[in-house]
């Protein structure tokens, strides 16, 4: 099955600063990678999303890159704010069924 | 906007104990899944349904069976509670294939 290995664990960034979530994945039939944002007490929710024939997508203080090649996809925050703090996954998807997450990162944004 | 409500946000069962995990979504979404989420492990998937008394298994159904007799509502069942089921357990819904999953909060269950 497919494989999604996520880094780093936590990430602890300056207010203002960019943040870079990096993920890769092992099934080269994956064509969906989704990212969500996890906030305390709350299921994860989805803030943006890429599939395989783009490589890159922007929404606001956020991107996601992908290389299909080398089979890795960034998620890239700009600009970031405290409520930006939170638990981000990133997943891949080659049917819109099964989803296989990475292992999460924590994001902490010092005020 | 598109409610996941799930039964319990906690739980305490003993081993052994049958557990059911209630989920509920009002937006009409054919498809329903249950994950369970570790720490350093992500989220996996346990079952999912694309339709009223249809299921899959996911990645990680020992232990697990579902239930999905109305559109609406997804069960989740532990036959027979073990402590290696101590977890955060999530259902999702989702509308069609190219819409998003949006999850419920959660429910923490721990198995003494």
């Known amino acids: 099955g497919e494989n999604v290995e996520q880094h780093p664990s936590t990430l602890s960034v300056q207010e203002g600063d960019s943040a870079v979530i990096k993920c890769t994945y092992s099934?080269?039939?994956?064509?969906?990678f989704p990212w969500y944002k996890q906030e305390l007490g709350k299921g994860p929710q989805l803030i943006i999303d890429?599939?395989?024939?783009?490589g890159e997508k922007k929404d606001q203080r956020i991107a996601v890159t992908l290389n299909k090649t080398a089979k890795h996809f960034s998620l890239h925050i700009t600009e970031t704010q405290p409520e930006d703090s939170a638990v981000y996954f990133c997943?891949?998807?080659?049917?819109?069924?099964?989803?296989?997450f990475g292992s999460g990162t924590k994001l902490n944004v010092k005020p | 906007d598109v409610k996941v409500t799930q039964s319990s946000r906690y739980l305490v069962k003993r081993t052994g104990e049958k557990v059911f995990l209630e989920c509920v979504q009002d937006?009409?979404?054919?498809?329903m899944f249950w994950y369970r989420q570790d720490p350093g492990l992500g989220l996996r998937l346990i079952y999912f349904?694309?339709?009223?008394?249809?299921?899959e298994k996911g990645d990680i159904p020992e232990g697990y069976s579902v239930s999905r007799e109305k559109k609406e509502r997804f069960s989740l069942i532990l036959e027979s509670a073990s402590t290696n089921q101590t977890s955060m357990y999530l259902c999702?819904?989702?509308?069609?294939?190219?819409?998003?999953?949006?999850f419920g909060p959660g429910t923490r269950l721990t198995v003494t």
């Open positions: 999702a819904s989702r509308g069609t294939v190219l819409d998003e999953q949006y």
């Open positions: 099934d080269s039939a994956s064509n969906y």
């Open positions: 890429i599939r395989s024939n783009v």
């Open positions: 997943a891949a998807s080659k049917d819109f069924n099964k989803f296989y």
């Open positions: 937006m009409d979404h054919e498809n």
């Open positions: 349904s694309y339709d009223v008394k249809m299921k």
